[in-house]
C-alpha cells in the first residue's frame, strides 16, 4: 500500500514539472497561432484524469446531501431544490462538457487509433472514457455520446441525446473490446498516468471492475443482461486488493488542479456529516466513526465516537433552530482532519466496491464463490482504504475483526446488508453512492420535506439538464425529454426501475 501511494505521489509530481517544463521558453518562440498545437497523449490522459479528479468535488452539493452523508444549511441536496445558485444542480454536465472533458477525450481517441504503437494507450483512452461517461448519464440520463466532443474533430456543435439503453450497451462493449486489446508487448503512458502510472494488468482490472459496476446497474432493468455481464467481468479479472483500487493522491500545489476538490471545498464552505449517518455508524460500534467525524472542544479535534453529533437533514438556516439538541454549529461534527488535506485521494472506484458487488452477484447465484467471503473481504477494505489518508485515519486489524464477529453476514438480510456497507465505504464519493442506493433501496433513508422542495418530499432520482441547453441544442433537447421523461428530478433514469 506504501508503495502504490509513494508510487502515485511521485506520478503526480512529474506531472508538474512536465507542464511547467513545456511553459517554459514559450514567449521565446515565434509561433502561429493560427496553426494547431500537436498535444501529447500522455499529457492529454493526465489533463483528463485530473479533470476527473477536480469532478469529484462537485458532487457534495447534491448527490452527498441526497444520501444522507453530509448537509449544509446552504446546499440544497438534502432539501430536494435547486439551491440559490442555478448551476449547482449541472455541476457535472458543465464539466464534462462546458470543462472540454467530452472534447478532450475525443482528441485522445483520434491520436491514438492508428498507430500500433499506441495500442495500449488507446485502449486506456476507451477505458477512461466509459469511467468519464458513466458518471454524466447515471446523474442525467440520456445524455451527448456519440457526438459528443466532437465540435473540432467532426464539426457537430449541436450533438444529439443518446438513449441511456444504448449507451450502456455500448460502454459494455467498449470495456470488454478495450481491456482484450491491452497488449503487455507495447509501451504505454508510463508516469503521465496517475492512477496506475501505465500497469496494464491493473488497467485490465479496472476496465472489468468498472463492467461489473456497470453490469449491476441492470439488475432491475435488464437481470439477464446484468448477470451475462457481472460473470463477464469477474471472469476477465476484477480487483482483488485494496491496492487495485483507482485513485489519485492529490498535492498540496503548486495550483489548485493538483489539490483535493473536497477539501478546497471544506475550507470554504465546510458542511457536516449528518445525523443519520453517525447514528448509524454509532449503533454498529463501526470504527469508522472516529476515523471520519471529528468534533472540536476547545480548540481540539475530538473523535470519541460517543460525543459525535450529526446535523439533521432537511434544515436550512432559519429551521436548524427547531433542532432540540442545537446550540450552536459548533457542537455538530465535522469531516474529520485527516479528510479534509489537500494531498488526500480523490477515488474512482476502489477494491471494497468490487467485493461487495460480487457479494450480491454470488447470492444471486450468478458468478461462483461465497457471498460471504465476497462480503467480508469488502468490509475489510473499506475500512483499510481510509489508511490512504493518513496514519490517522488506520483501522488496526483487531478492530475490523471485531466488527466483522458482531456483524456477520447474514443471506436473510443480504441486499439491505450490502447496502448499508456500501453506502458507509463510498462517503464523499457521492455519485456513486447515490447511484447505488437508487439501484438497490438501500439502505433506507428518510426523505426530508422542506417547505421548498420539489420532489414532493421524496429523494431525487436524476439531477437538471442546463437551462442552456434549450436555446443552444433546443432539437435534441426536446428529443430527449419526450423520450426520458420530464427535465425534473423525479424522472427515472433508464435503469432506474421503480419497484
Not at 162 to 186: F, H, S, V, W
Not at 224 to 237: F, K
Not at 472 to 488: F, K, M, S, T
Request: charged share 20%; proline share 7%.
Amino acid at each position: 500500500m506504501i508503495i502504490q501511494r509513494l508510487r502515485r505521489i511521485a506520478a503526480l509530481g512529474l506531472v508538474v514539472v512536465l507542464v511547467s517544463a513545456c511553459g517554459e521558453g514559450i514567449t521565446d518562440m515565434n509561433v502561429n497561432p493560427a496553426e494547431p498545437v500537436e498535444v501529447q497523449p500522455g499529457l492529454l490522459l493526465t489533463g483528463l484524469q485530473l479533470d476527473a479528479a477536480d469532478a469529484q468535488g462537485t458532487d457534495l452539493i447534491f448527490s452527498e446531501g441526497m444520501i444522507q452523508h453530509i448537509a449544509h444549511y446552504i446546499w440544497p441536496g438534502d432539501k430536494y431544490y435547486i439551491g440559490v445558485i442555478d448551476s449547482w444542480p449541472r455541476a457535472l454536465w458543465n464539466e464534462f462538457y462546458g470543462g472540454g472533458q467530452a472534447r478532450n477525450i475525443q482528441q485522445l481517441l483520434a491520436l491514438t487509433a492508428e498507430n500500433p504503437q499506441d495500442v495500449n494507450r488507446h485502449a486506456i483512452a476507451r477505458i477512461w472514457r466509459v469511467f468519464l461517461v458513466h458518471l454524466v448519464t447515471d446523474t442525467f440520463g440520456d445524455i451527448p455520446y456519440k457526438e459528443a466532443g466532437m465540435g473540432y474533430l467532426g464539426d457537430i456543435t449541436r450533438p444529439a441525446y443518446d438513449p441511456q439503453e444504448e449507451i450502456y450497451m455500448d460502454m459494455l462493449k467498449e470495456l470488454r473490446e478495450a481491456t482484450a486489446a491491452l497488449d503487455p508487448n507495447m509501451p504505454s503512458y508510463g508516469a503521465q498516468d496517475l492512477i496506475y502510472g501505465g500497469d496494464l494488468e491493473q488497467w485490465k482490472k479496472f476496465g472489468n471492475s468498472l463492467m461489473l459496476r456497470l453490469a449491476m446497474r441492470l439488475t432491475k432493468v435488464a437481470p439477464d443482461l446484468a448477470q451475462q455481464w457481472a460473470q463477464r467481468a469477474y471472469e476477465g479479472g476484477v480487483m482483488t486488493d485494496v491496492d487495485d483500487s483507482a485513485y489519485i493522491m492529490m498535492a498540496n500545489g503548486p495550483g489548485a488542479i493538483n489539490q483535493n476538490p473536497v477539501a478546497r471545498n471544506f475550507e470554504s464552505e465546510p458542511p457536516w456529516p449528518t445525523r443519520p449517518f453517525i447514528d448509524a455508524l454509532r449503533e454498529k460500534g463501526d470504527p469508522r466513526l472516529s476515523r471520519l467525524v471529528a468534533v472540536q472542544k476547545d480548540g481540539v479535534w475530538v473523535s470519541d465516537p460517543a460525543i459525535q453529533k450529526g446535523l439533521p437533514i432537511g434544515h436550512d438556516q432559519g429551521s436548524i433552530s427547531l433542532d432540540p439538541y442545537h446550540t450552536t454549529f459548533e457542537d455538530y461534527s465535522r469531516v474529520h482532519p485527516e479528510l479534509r488535506g489537500f494531498d488526500d485521494p480523490i477515488f474512482f472506484l476502489m477494491h471494497s466496491e468490487v467485493e461487495f458487488l460480487l457479494a450480491e452477484a454470488a447470492h444471486r447465484n450468478w458468478i461462483q464463490g461465497d457471498a460471504e467471503d465476497f462480503y467480508e473481504r469488502g468490509v475489510r477494505s473499506a475500512m483499510q482504504q481510509l489508511a490512504f489518508y493518513g496514519p490517522g485515519a488506520v483501522i488496526p486489524d483487531e478492530e475490523i475483526n471485531a466488527y466483522l464477529a458482531a456483524h456477520p453476514f447474514d443471506p436473510s438480510n443480504a441486499f439491505a446488508q450490502l447496502g448499508h456497507e456500501m453506502w458507509v465505504s463510498l462517503f464523499l464519493n457521492g455519485y456513486n453512492a447515490w447511484a447505488h442506493w437508487r439501484r438497490t433501496g438501500y439502505p433506507e433513508l428518510i426523505p426530508t420535506n422542506h417547505p421548498d422542495n420539489l420532489t414532493n418530499g421524496q429523494i431525487p432520482r436524476r439531477l437538471l439538464y442546463p437551462q442552456e441547453e434549450l436555446t443552444l441544442n433546443g432539437e435534441h433537447y426536446q428529443e430527449a425529454i419526450a423520450r426520458q421523461g420530464p427535465d425534473e428530478f423525479m424522472t427515472r433514469v433508464w435503469w432506474d426501475v421503480a419497484q
